[in-house]
């Protein structure tokens, strides 16, 4: 069974720095790209970052570039997403995705909240 857990939310301050993780689980994803969306309250959802699982190419969208940097663990089989400069327009809840590279996003984890308090 494929699992997407998302960790590492959480209440900060704007300026602030938070670290999110996701664990992948239940089948081999050398050959995905891995992503993060997010979603505020009343808008759509929207992406955020990806890497590719196997080369480590990254993407971002241009409202977080030159302030969060998505990596990924391959011997711990995580992802991560680290938030600095946190701004109160970051609040929303962040989820976790996964899709082979000419594809939609097939798996997705349950979200972390991340909160951000100006």
């Known amino acids: 069974q494929v699992q997407l857990v998302e960790s590492g939310g959480g209440l900060v301050q704007a300026g602030g720095s938070l670290r999110l993780a996701c664990a992948a689980s239940g089948r081999s994803f050398r050959s995905y790209v891995m992503g993060w969306f997010r979603q505020a309250p009343g808008k759509e959802r929207e992406f955020v970052a990806a890497?590719?699982?196997?080369?480590?190419?990254?993407y971002y969208a241009d409202s977080v570039k030159g302030r969060f940097t998505i990596s990924r663990d391959i011997a711990k089989n995580t992802v991560y997403l680290q938030m600095n400069s946190l701004k109160s327009e970051d609040t929303a809840l962040y989820y976790c995705a996964a899709k082979l590279p000419d594809g939609g996003y097939d798996y997705w984890g349950q979200g972390t909240q991340v909160t951000v308090s100006s």
């Open positions: 890497v590719s699982w196997r080369g480590g190419s990254t």
